[in-house]
T-cell receptor, first 115, second 110 residues
Framework: DAGITQSPRHKVTETGTPVTLRCHQT?????MYWYRQDPGHGLRLIHY???????DKGEVSDGYSVSRSKTEDFLLTLESATSSQTSVYFC??????????????FGPGTRLTVL | QKEVEQNSGPLSVPEGAIASLNCTYS??????FFWYRQYSGKSPELIMF????GDKEDGRFTAQLNKASQYVSLLIRDSQPSDSATYLC??????????FGAGTRLFVKA
């Protein structure tokens, strides 16, 4: 998984509780991404980061926030989890955003269930 | 809404046959195209990327790109049961916004 770990790998939580997912990389890549994957949908971008403390929204960012205080760590927080956020969450990294070096590599994923 | 479309399948082929997976994209500005393989319960893993029109071969895999038709395909020669997985097509214009298709399930029968 290209030097990417995610924690926890599985989590069950209740509606209304805050949840934080962690992505850690050892590749020293500048760019990091959070996706969710649901049946019938492709991977959908939640948030991304282009450097320490530099983040921006993706297409499905409502209800999520992120932080990146170190190059290697990218945190995804669900402020108040809802059942619609039950999903598999993948972190990805890329070396750049320029064609030929913009390949994204994925972490192992976190399966989140919100009851 | 920029989209990447794939037939969800399942596509079933016998062992040893050629599997052909297809993908269309809507954004003419797309520059880079990727094929990922995803086994059930696992993360996507990169098979190939292609940037230029034409064919690109890597072992048993060949990616084909036709920008005029906005079409990308992946051919898997000598298909093996271990190739049974979901194949994701992705397109990017560069920048941060890579669009993924929902994937095609491939089943290779022994």
């Amino acid at each position: 998984d290209a030097g990417i770990t995610q924690s926890p790998r599985h989590k069950v939580t209740e509606t209304g509780t805050p949840v934080t997912l962690r992505c850690h990389q050892t590749e020293n890549h500048r760019y990091m991404y959070w996706y969710r994957q649901d049946p019938g949908h492709g991977l959908r971008l939640i948030h991304y980061s282009y450097g320490v403390k530099d983040t921006d929204k993706g297409e499905v960012s409502d209800g999520y926030s992120v932080s990146r205080s170190k190059t290697e760590d990218f945190l995804l927080t669900l402020e108040s989890a809802t059942s619609s956020q039950t999903s598999v969450y993948f972190c990805a990294i890329s070396e750049s955003i320029i064609s030929s070096t913009d390949t994204q590599y994925f972490g192992p994923g976190t399966r989140l269930t919100v009851l | 809404q920029k989209e990447v479309e794939q037939n969800s399948g399942p596509l079933s082929v016998p062992e040893g046959a050629i599997a052909s997976l297809n993908c269309t994209y809507s954004d003419r500005g797309s520059q880079s195209f990727f094929w990922y393989r995803q086994y059930s319960g696992k993360s996507p893993e990169l098979i190939m990327f292609i940037y230029s029109n034409g064919d690109k071969e890597d072992g048993r895999f060949t990616a084909q790109l036709n920008k005029a038709s906005q079409y990308v395909s992946l051919l898997i020669r000598d298909s093996q049961p271990s190739d049974s997985a979901t194949y994701l097509c992705a397109a990017t214009t560069g920048g941060f916004k890579t669009i993924f298709g929902a994937g095609t399930r491939l089943f290779v029968k022994a």
